[in-house]
């Protein structure tokens, strides 16, 4: 799939999330989803992907699996120059800090992830980094 048609595929994503309170069908269906807003590393410009996640109390964590592609995914180097991002969770939104996990921490998360979605697996195994994990958690608190 072309960038250009992945870009299209994440904004009709984003638009179905937000019209239907968080819920999205098709390839997403059923998936936890979140909407992550970062600033751009580079641009300064407000990106927003939407992304599987787990929840831990009240934590969310996402990986930057990026499908597996030879690079890590844009929200990844924005979260790494700004920490501060904005999350929508259902028809919540609210602000949120990133920290990347590391160590027994990150392998954690990672393993209670692979139960429910193994495929992320197979992205590993694709390249030749480790695919970061970060927790987010509610900024202010």
Not at 1 to 12: E, G, L
Not at 74 to 101: Q, R
């Amino acid at each position: 799939m072309s960038d250009t048609a992945r870009q299209q595929v994440q904004q009709q994503v984003i638009e179905e999330f937000r019209a239907g309170g968080g819920k999205v069908g098709g390839q997403f269906a059923g998936m936890d989803l979140l909407l992550l807003t970062t600033t751009g590393a580079r641009s300064g410009e407000s990106r927003t992907w939407p992304l599987g996640y787990q929840r831990e109390d009240d934590r969310l964590i996402v990986f930057a699996a990026n499908g597996g592609r030879a690079n890590r995914p844009g929200w990844y180097f924005n979260l790494v120059a700004d920490p501060s991002a904005t999350v929508e969770v259902g028809t919540e939104t609210w602000p949120v800090t990133a920290v990347l996990a590391t160590g027994a921490e990150r392998e954690r998360l990672w393993e209670r992830q692979l139960v429910t979605t193994p495929f992320l697996a197979g992205f590993q195994a694709k390249v030749e980094w480790e695919i970061p994990v970060f927790v987010l958690t509610r900024a202010g608190v």
